[in-house]
């Protein structure tokens, strides 16, 4: 499972296209979507990460953490397939010991093309296997994209939010590789409940990264997904380990809880000990078996760190999270224990029926594995066993419709 790939593979042809699935007013919404975890030179447990998503949404009007964005209409199609659409590009940078956010929150005209489009450039000959891209009509290179190979995507960004401060790059150039072929195999999950709700999730469990934070040459991995949602948005937990041998970890777990009702930004309450799942499910990626794993019995228990979020963050000096996760088969089992070292945070408002407004409330966590166990019939492996894990949990409330 750790070979290396020459190109990404699995169907790959979803990547730019929107409204495979009729759209629905106020609740669609899509979005590419990166998290890469780079090399830190001080050891950081999470190394330094970095989140980027490019978004729109069917809907006129939507609070983005104190920022009006008003899509204007749906997206529009050419007649060879290309897309034009109102959306915004955000992302947070983690430099291995504090979060900065947002590293960019841009409202913006969006382009998205695949390498079959007549603006594509030297239209090549082994096109239509899955090569595109989103170009944001800004004056800097925002654009994310595959080549026609599949080779490589590439991914570029500027900001200029925080200026003053040398540990916040301003300019990022990044080439993404695939990984090995468990890893770097596209994957797709669709559901499809009443009225049209539903989802599509196009996944790329992990690939290796090389680019660089200004004139700063940088090495790491990373994890993508390329998302429709068309759903009232419920709380959930998520989370994702890339292992140091080639293995992959994540968790979902979307609840009900006392949460559905939440609008604070503390990332620690009493009210977060109890939920009742609507799914479980989770991954192992075991670079050691050569198997891929799923599992249907999974527990995430939350629950007060003694790391604290600092002066920078959404509520200074509050108790972050830390997550107790179990996951087993007949013949796995995984249990992990990692804790927060900083939070992104992102709340969202959106009017909805009779002139009411609701909230939604993301949270997305650099990890610092406590400890790890994988017991199966090779025998048990425990963190020491690694060199590194790095990963990222989120976990949201409210809802939003």
């Not at 072929?181 to 599509?200: F, I, K, L, V």
């Not at 087993?328 to 009017?351: C, G, M």
């Amino acid at each position: 499972m750790t070979d290396s790939m020459g190109k990404f593979a699995g169907d790959l042809s979803r990547m730019w296209k929107l409204q495979e699935r009729p759209p629905l007013h106020h609740l669609t919404w899509d979005w590419w979507w990166w998290l890469l975890m780079l090399d830190d030179d001080e050891g950081n447990p999470s190394g330094k990460q970095l989140m980027v998503l490019w978004s729109t949404k069917d809907n006129p009007k939507v609070m983005v953490s104190g920022t009006e964005w008003t899509p204007k209409g749906r997206p529009g199609f050419d007649d060879d397939g290309g897309i034009s659409l109102d959306g915004m590009v955000c992302a947070w940078w983690f430099d291995g010991k504090r979060m900065y956010e947002p590293y960019i929150k841009r409202k913006c005209r969006m382009i998205v093309v695949d390498d079959e489009h007549p603006s594509w450039p030297n239209n090549a000959k082994d096109s239509g296997a899955g090569g595109g891209a989103v170009v944001p009509l800004t004056e800097e290179d925002m654009s994310m994209g595959l080549k026609s190979d599949l080779s490589e995507f590439w991914l570029n960004l500027h900001s200029d939010e925080f200026l003053e401060n040398n540990n916040v790059p301003k300019t990022m150039e990044f080439t993404l590789t695939p990984w090995n072929e468990a890893m770097s195999t596209a994957r797709h999950a669709t559901a499809t409940y009443a009225m049209e709700m539903g989802y599509d999730i196009l996944r790329l469990h992990g690939c290796k990264v090389s680019g660089k934070l200004d004139n700063e040459d940088i090495k790491g991995t990373a994890y993508f997904q390329k998302v429709c949602v068309q759903a009232p948005s419920v709380p959930w937990y998520w989370g994702m380990l890339h292992l140091s041998d080639g293995s992959y970890i994540d968790w979902f777990l979307p609840h009900l809880s006392m949460t559905v009702t939440s609008r604070d930004n503390r990332p620690w309450r009493k009210r977060d000990l109890g939920h009742m799942s609507l799914s479980q499910g989770g991954l192992f990626h075991d670079a050691v078996s050569g198997k891929s794993i799923p599992f249907d019995k999974v527990r995430v228990e939350k629950y007060a760190s003694d790391e604290l979020e600092g002066e920078h963050g959404a509520n200074p000096g509050s108790n972050l999270p830390g997550f107790k996760v179990e996951m087993w088969t007949e013949s796995v089992h995984i249990n992990l224990d990692a804790v927060a070292i900083d939070r992104a945070h992102w709340a969202f408002e959106q009017p909805t029926i009779g002139g009411l407004v609701s909230n939604f409330t993301y949270n997305e966590y650099p990890l610092k594995v406590i400890s790890i166990s994988i017991t199966d019939e090779s025998g048990v492996r425990k963190l020491s066993d690694y060199d590194w894990i790095r990963g990222n949990a989120e976990h949201s409330w409210g809802i939003l419709h």
